[in-house]
Protein backbone atom coordinates (compact mmCIF):
# COMPACT_ATOMS: atom_id res chain seq x y z
CA UNK A 1 0.00 0.00 0.00
CA UNK A 2 1.38 3.16 -1.00
CA UNK A 3 1.44 6.75 0.74
CA UNK A 4 -0.51 8.58 -2.24
CA UNK A 5 -1.67 11.99 -0.33
CA UNK A 6 -3.94 12.53 -3.12
CA UNK A 7 -6.39 9.94 -1.85
CA UNK A 8 -7.36 12.88 0.58
CA UNK A 9 -10.71 14.33 -0.24
CA UNK A 10 -9.69 17.19 -2.90
CA UNK A 11 -6.55 17.07 -1.64
CA UNK A 12 -5.35 17.52 -5.58
CA UNK A 13 -5.23 21.07 -6.58
CA UNK A 14 -6.58 23.08 -10.08
CA UNK A 15 -5.17 22.06 -13.32
CA UNK A 16 -1.64 24.32 -14.02
CA UNK A 17 -3.07 28.15 -13.59
CA UNK A 18 -0.51 31.36 -13.81
CA UNK A 19 -3.40 33.63 -11.63
CA UNK A 20 -3.83 30.42 -9.28
CA UNK A 21 0.13 29.52 -9.10
CA UNK A 22 1.30 33.58 -8.51
CA UNK A 23 -1.55 34.52 -6.29
CA UNK A 24 -4.25 36.48 -7.70
CA UNK A 25 -4.77 39.02 -5.25
CA UNK A 26 -2.45 42.26 -5.65
CA UNK A 27 -3.08 42.13 -1.37
CA UNK A 28 -0.79 39.12 -1.39
CA UNK A 29 2.59 39.42 0.26
CA UNK A 30 4.03 36.61 -2.41
CA UNK A 31 2.34 38.48 -5.30
CA UNK A 32 4.84 38.56 -8.41
CA UNK A 33 2.22 40.80 -10.39
CA UNK A 34 3.35 43.95 -9.11
CA UNK A 35 1.87 46.94 -10.98
CA UNK A 36 2.93 49.63 -12.39
CA UNK A 37 6.65 48.12 -12.52
CA UNK A 38 7.39 48.17 -8.75
CA UNK A 39 8.48 44.80 -8.28
CA UNK A 40 10.18 41.93 -10.07
CA UNK A 41 10.01 38.69 -8.59
CA UNK A 42 13.11 36.42 -8.94
CA UNK A 43 14.02 33.02 -8.27
CA UNK A 44 16.85 31.96 -6.25
CA UNK A 45 17.28 28.75 -5.80
CA UNK A 46 15.31 25.21 -6.36
CA UNK A 47 15.11 22.09 -5.60
CA UNK A 48 13.27 19.03 -6.89
CA UNK A 49 12.35 15.71 -4.94
CA UNK A 50 10.28 13.10 -6.58
CA UNK A 51 8.27 11.37 -3.54
CA UNK A 52 6.53 7.94 -5.30
CA UNK A 53 4.19 9.27 -7.98
CA UNK A 54 4.24 12.67 -6.84
CA UNK A 55 7.28 15.78 -7.71
CA UNK A 56 7.61 18.74 -5.20
CA UNK A 57 9.15 21.84 -6.38
CA UNK A 58 10.78 23.60 -3.43
CA UNK A 59 11.50 27.61 -4.97
CA UNK A 60 13.18 29.84 -3.61
CA UNK A 61 11.79 33.56 -4.54
CA UNK A 62 12.22 37.38 -3.59
CA UNK A 63 10.48 40.16 -5.01
CA UNK A 64 10.13 43.64 -3.64
CA UNK A 65 8.16 42.21 -0.19
CA UNK A 66 11.07 39.76 0.90
CA UNK A 67 12.12 36.22 -0.18
CA UNK A 68 9.72 33.43 0.83
CA UNK A 69 9.86 29.48 -0.22
CA UNK A 70 7.05 28.15 -2.93
CA UNK A 71 6.14 24.74 -2.64
CA UNK A 72 4.46 23.20 -5.89
CA UNK A 73 3.51 19.64 -5.52
CA UNK A 74 2.87 17.88 -9.09
CA UNK A 75 0.36 14.54 -9.09
CA UNK A 76 0.98 11.74 -11.84
CA UNK A 77 -2.05 13.27 -13.17
CA UNK A 78 -0.56 16.81 -14.20
CA UNK A 79 -2.67 18.66 -11.35
CA UNK A 80 -0.88 20.79 -9.27
CA UNK A 81 -1.03 22.68 -5.75
CA UNK A 82 1.02 25.07 -4.11
CA UNK A 83 1.72 27.06 -0.74
CA UNK A 84 4.01 30.07 0.15
CA UNK A 85 5.88 29.69 3.06
CA UNK A 86 7.65 32.93 4.61
CA UNK A 87 11.53 31.81 5.59
CA UNK A 88 10.82 31.74 9.11
CA UNK A 89 7.70 30.19 8.31
CA UNK A 90 9.93 27.76 6.46
CA UNK A 91 11.93 26.80 9.55
CA UNK A 92 9.29 26.38 11.92
CA UNK A 93 8.12 24.11 9.41
CA UNK A 94 11.00 21.95 8.78
CA UNK A 95 10.87 21.50 12.68
CA UNK A 96 7.68 20.22 12.82
CA UNK A 97 8.48 17.80 10.14
CA UNK A 98 10.87 16.51 12.52
CA UNK A 99 8.29 16.00 14.91
CA UNK A 100 5.80 14.10 12.39
CA UNK A 101 8.87 11.83 11.26
CA UNK A 102 9.29 10.52 14.66
CA UNK A 103 5.54 10.39 15.24
CA UNK A 104 5.39 8.21 12.22
CA UNK A 105 8.29 6.48 12.45
CA UNK A 106 6.52 5.34 15.75
CA UNK A 107 3.43 3.91 14.08
CA UNK A 108 2.67 0.21 14.11
CA UNK A 109 1.76 -1.15 9.96
CA UNK A 110 -1.44 0.36 8.54
CA UNK A 111 -4.85 -1.06 9.94
CA UNK A 112 -7.60 -0.28 7.52
CA UNK A 113 -10.46 -1.97 8.94
CA UNK A 114 -9.13 0.68 12.40
CA UNK A 115 -8.97 3.94 10.68
CA UNK A 116 -9.85 7.11 12.97
CA UNK A 117 -13.38 8.85 12.37
CA UNK A 118 -11.88 11.76 10.79
CA UNK A 119 -8.32 10.37 9.23
CA UNK A 120 -6.32 12.40 11.36
CA UNK A 121 -3.40 11.00 13.43
CA UNK A 122 -1.42 14.66 14.71
CA UNK A 123 -2.38 17.77 13.92
CA UNK A 124 -0.09 21.10 14.45
CA UNK A 125 -1.17 24.53 13.45
CA UNK A 126 1.59 27.53 12.86
CA UNK A 127 0.41 31.38 12.62
CA UNK A 128 2.18 33.81 10.40
CA UNK A 129 0.93 37.08 10.06
CA UNK A 130 -2.27 37.04 8.98
CA UNK A 131 -1.77 33.35 7.46
CA UNK A 132 -2.77 30.01 9.07
CA UNK A 133 -1.17 26.73 8.40
CA UNK A 134 -2.76 23.43 9.62
CA UNK A 135 -0.60 20.46 9.42
CA UNK A 136 -2.41 17.00 9.58
CA UNK A 137 -0.74 13.47 9.88
CA UNK A 138 -3.58 11.58 7.68
CA UNK A 139 -4.48 7.65 6.89
CA UNK A 140 -6.82 6.93 4.47
CA UNK A 141 -7.39 3.57 2.75
CA UNK A 142 -4.11 4.61 -0.01
CA UNK A 143 -1.94 4.86 3.14
CA UNK A 144 -0.52 7.70 5.44
CA UNK A 145 0.09 10.81 4.52
CA UNK A 146 0.69 14.75 5.22
CA UNK A 147 -1.52 17.38 4.52
CA UNK A 148 -0.47 21.28 4.64
CA UNK A 149 -3.63 23.76 4.15
CA UNK A 150 -2.87 27.15 4.06
CA UNK A 151 -5.65 30.16 4.73
CA UNK A 152 -5.68 33.76 4.49
CA UNK A 153 -7.39 34.83 7.43
CA UNK A 154 -9.42 37.88 5.66
CA UNK A 155 -10.56 35.90 2.94
CA UNK A 156 -9.24 33.88 -0.51
CA UNK A 157 -9.52 30.43 -1.20
CA UNK A 158 -7.49 27.59 0.40
CA UNK A 159 -4.74 25.91 -0.68
CA UNK A 160 -3.03 22.81 0.30
CA UNK A 161 -0.35 20.06 -0.54
CA UNK A 162 -0.65 16.53 0.16
CA UNK A 163 2.91 14.88 1.33
CA UNK A 164 3.10 11.17 1.32
CA UNK A 165 4.64 10.51 4.85
CA UNK A 166 7.51 8.36 3.33
CA UNK A 167 9.12 11.53 2.34
CA UNK A 168 8.58 14.02 5.21
CA UNK A 169 12.33 13.22 6.30
CA UNK A 170 13.75 13.66 2.15
CA UNK A 171 11.65 16.85 2.14
CA UNK A 172 12.84 18.09 5.44
CA UNK A 173 16.35 17.58 4.71
CA UNK A 174 16.00 19.41 1.20
CA UNK A 175 13.94 22.26 3.11
CA UNK A 176 17.29 22.59 5.47
CA UNK A 177 19.41 22.91 3.07
CA UNK A 178 17.65 25.88 1.54
CA UNK A 179 17.61 27.43 4.57
CA UNK A 180 20.91 27.45 5.29
CA UNK A 181 21.88 28.68 1.99
CA UNK A 182 19.28 31.97 2.83
CA UNK A 183 18.81 31.67 6.24
CA UNK A 184 15.82 31.28 8.65
CA UNK A 185 14.35 34.69 9.08
CA UNK A 186 12.76 37.21 6.42
CA UNK A 187 15.31 39.29 5.95
CA UNK A 188 14.69 41.84 8.65
CA UNK A 189 12.61 43.08 6.79
CA UNK A 190 9.10 44.77 7.82
CA UNK A 191 6.80 41.72 8.99
CA UNK A 192 3.25 43.20 8.43
CA UNK A 193 1.05 44.04 5.74
CA UNK A 194 2.40 46.81 3.41
CA UNK A 195 -0.59 49.69 2.31
CA UNK A 196 -2.17 49.21 -0.99
CA UNK A 197 -1.28 51.12 -3.88
CA UNK A 198 -3.61 54.60 -4.50
CA UNK A 199 -4.29 56.18 -7.75
CA UNK A 200 -5.37 59.54 -8.40
CA UNK A 201 -6.09 61.61 -11.86
CA UNK A 202 -5.35 65.29 -12.01
CA UNK A 203 -6.47 66.87 -15.22
CA UNK A 204 -4.72 64.57 -18.67
CA UNK A 205 -2.08 63.85 -15.77
CA UNK A 206 -2.59 60.22 -13.49
CA UNK A 207 -0.46 59.83 -10.19
CA UNK A 208 0.36 56.40 -8.56
CA UNK A 209 1.78 56.20 -4.49
CA UNK A 210 3.60 52.20 -3.96
CA UNK A 211 4.66 51.24 -1.25
CA UNK A 212 7.40 48.86 -1.64
CA UNK A 213 10.84 47.45 0.21
CA UNK A 214 14.42 46.73 -0.29
CA UNK A 215 17.43 45.89 1.54
CA UNK A 216 17.30 49.46 2.44
CA UNK A 217 13.67 49.19 3.96
CA UNK A 218 10.46 50.54 3.59
CA UNK A 219 9.74 53.26 0.87
CA UNK A 220 7.30 55.47 -1.11
CA UNK A 221 7.68 55.99 -4.98
CA UNK A 222 5.37 58.55 -6.03
CA UNK A 223 4.96 58.28 -10.13
CA UNK A 224 3.46 60.91 -12.79
CA UNK A 225 2.54 59.26 -15.78
CA UNK A 226 1.41 62.06 -18.76
CA UNK A 227 1.07 60.87 -22.23
CA UNK A 228 2.97 57.51 -21.71
CA UNK A 229 6.27 59.56 -20.25
CA UNK A 230 6.56 58.57 -16.32
CA UNK A 231 8.77 60.20 -13.83
CA UNK A 232 9.09 59.08 -10.12
CA UNK A 233 10.61 60.21 -6.67
CA UNK A 234 11.13 57.57 -3.95
CA UNK A 235 10.79 58.24 0.13
CA UNK A 236 12.08 56.47 2.51
CA UNK A 237 9.83 55.30 5.71
CA UNK A 238 11.90 56.94 7.59
CA UNK A 239 11.22 60.62 6.54
CA UNK A 240 7.46 60.20 5.91
CA UNK A 241 6.65 61.91 8.43
CA UNK A 242 8.79 65.06 7.62
CA UNK A 243 7.46 65.09 4.37
CA UNK A 244 4.05 65.33 5.20
CA UNK A 245 4.51 68.22 7.68
CA UNK A 246 6.15 69.79 4.87
CA UNK A 247 3.68 68.91 2.50
CA UNK A 248 0.79 70.11 5.62
CA UNK A 249 2.77 73.52 5.90
CA UNK A 250 2.87 74.52 2.15
CA UNK A 251 -1.30 73.68 2.30
CA UNK A 252 -1.85 75.74 5.11
CA UNK A 253 0.23 78.58 3.54
CA UNK A 254 -1.45 78.36 0.33
CA UNK A 255 -5.02 78.33 1.51
CA UNK A 256 -4.03 81.08 4.18
CA UNK A 257 -3.09 83.30 1.40
CA UNK A 258 -6.30 81.82 -0.88
CA UNK A 259 -8.28 83.01 2.03
CA UNK A 260 -6.82 86.18 2.18
CA UNK A 261 -7.63 87.08 -1.18
CA UNK A 262 -10.73 86.03 -1.07
CA UNK A 263 -11.40 88.46 1.68
CA UNK A 264 -10.43 91.34 0.44
CA UNK A 265 -12.21 90.78 -3.01
CA UNK A 266 -15.04 90.68 -0.58
CA UNK A 267 -14.54 93.59 1.20
CA UNK A 268 -16.99 96.53 0.62
CA UNK A 269 -15.73 99.55 -1.52
CA UNK A 270 -15.18 103.27 -0.03
CA UNK A 271 -18.01 104.42 -2.72
CA UNK A 272 -19.78 101.53 -1.12
CA UNK A 273 -19.66 102.12 2.90
CA UNK A 274 -20.41 106.18 2.27
CA UNK A 275 -23.61 104.75 0.55
Known amino acids: MSDLGSGDDGISGSKY???????????????????GGSGVEQEL????????????YLDVKQNRRGRFI?????????RRSQIYLALSTAAEFRDHLSSFSDYYASLGPPNTDNLPEDGKLKSEMMIKDYR?????????????????????????????????????IEFRDALT???????????????GDLPEERHMKVDNKNFYFDIG??????YMRIS????????????????????????????????????????????????????
Open 70 to 78: KVAEIGADG
Open 17 to 35: NVANMEGSSSRNDFDSSAK
Open 213 to 218: QNNRGV
Open 45 to 56: ATKMLQIQSKRF
Open 224 to 275: EVKNNFRTSITIPEKCWIRFRDIFNDYCEKMKKSSDSITAEINLPTSSNSLK
Open 177 to 191: DLLEEFGANDGGRFK
Open 132 to 168: RYYLDLKENARGRFLRVSQTITRGGPRSQIALPAQGM
